[in-house]
């Protein structure tokens, strides 16, 4: 059913091909994207220059994205920030999910902690996403795990509030009365027989969650606040080649195109998604 809508067939598809090209960067890419040489700065895509190995050997080598400022191939560097979004985007769309599926649980079905847990959410929701992450990254040293954590904190109320709504439309339900009146553990009820009936939802707000994880990522790179500059990051390699724009857009262009083709199919995968689990869309559909 779900393989039938061609939204979801071209988003999973592109995000498919981006997954594979992330686990194989190493046998993809054409050298270690921190090599760089002096002698092959600021080359042209498709033009030949050298890079000297860790072991001092010369090599001489095709950059077929050119090279920036260092003579670090583009190529490769874009192949490994792949790596580093795709993690991103994942890992804070879970965190974001799991901590905010347990906050709605709690806040549409317990009534004394709904007004609490809701007000602290909307002071969270009032504050710029970008600034949250900076202040987050500022007070703990810049790493991958920070950067994570940095970007899922934000996206955390929108989840509460998503399946806070469900939730206590779900309640209401005769079979969920049922399993009160029949004295059945509060936890239980919330895990075991509303939960479940969340899940098409969160799948959907999980991809648009991914998707701004990594556009947010490369936001903060590019602002210099994000993850180390040693790390190949796509917000890294446009930072660094913003400078030289005019003259060398390559160092600007294929990072950009490939966080661009990256968040659309993610949001693509999402539509299709919504459109399929949800009655009132696959109707029209």
Not at 11 to 25: F, K, M, Q, R, Y
Request: include cysteine; charge should be neutral.
């Amino acid at each position: 059913m779900v393989l039938r809508n061609w939204s979801v067939r071209i988003g999973g598809g592109v995000l498919a091909l981006l997954l594979l090209v992330a686990l194989a960067a190493p046998w993809l890419g054409t050298v270690d994207p921190t090599l760089f040489d002096a002698a092959s700065r600021d080359l042209r895509p498709g033009q030949a220059g050298e890079i000297t190995t860790l072991d001092g050997e010369t090599l001489k080598h095709v950059f077929l994205m050119g090279s920036d400022s260092f003579g670090r191939d583009i190529y490769s560097r874009v192949l490994y920030g792949t790596r580093v979004s795709l993690v991103v985007g994942l890992a804070a769309a879970l965190i974001a999910l799991a901590f905010g599926v347990v906050a709605g649980l709690v806040a549409g079905y317990l009534r004394w902690l709904d007004g609490l847990l809701m007000r602290v959410m909307d002071g969270v929701m009032a504050i710029p996403a970008v600034l949250i992450a900076i202040a987050v990254v500022a007070l703990w040293r810049a790493s991958l795990l920070t950067v994570i954590v940095a970007i899922a904190i934000p996206e955390i109320p929108r989840v509460t509030r998503l399946v806070r709504s469900l939730v206590l439309t779900i309640r209401e339900e005769p079979y969920v009365e049922a399993a009160v009146s029949l004295g059945t553990p509060a936890t239980r009820i919330m895990f075991a027989h509303i939960l479940p009936n969340t899940v098409a939802p969160l799948l959907v707000q999980g991809t648009y969650i991914c998707a701004f994880a990594i556009l947010l990522e490369a936001i903060l790179s590019f602002l210099g606040v994000g993850l180390p500059p040693d790390i190949p990051t796509w917000g890294n390699i446009m930072a660094e080649g913003r400078v030289q724009f005019v003259a060398y857009p390559h160092n600007v262009f294929f990072p950009g195109v490939f966080l661009a083709v990256t968040v659309l199919a993610v949001n693509i995968l999402g539509d299709g998604l919504r459109d399929t689990l949800d009655p009132k869309m696959a109707k029209r559909v």
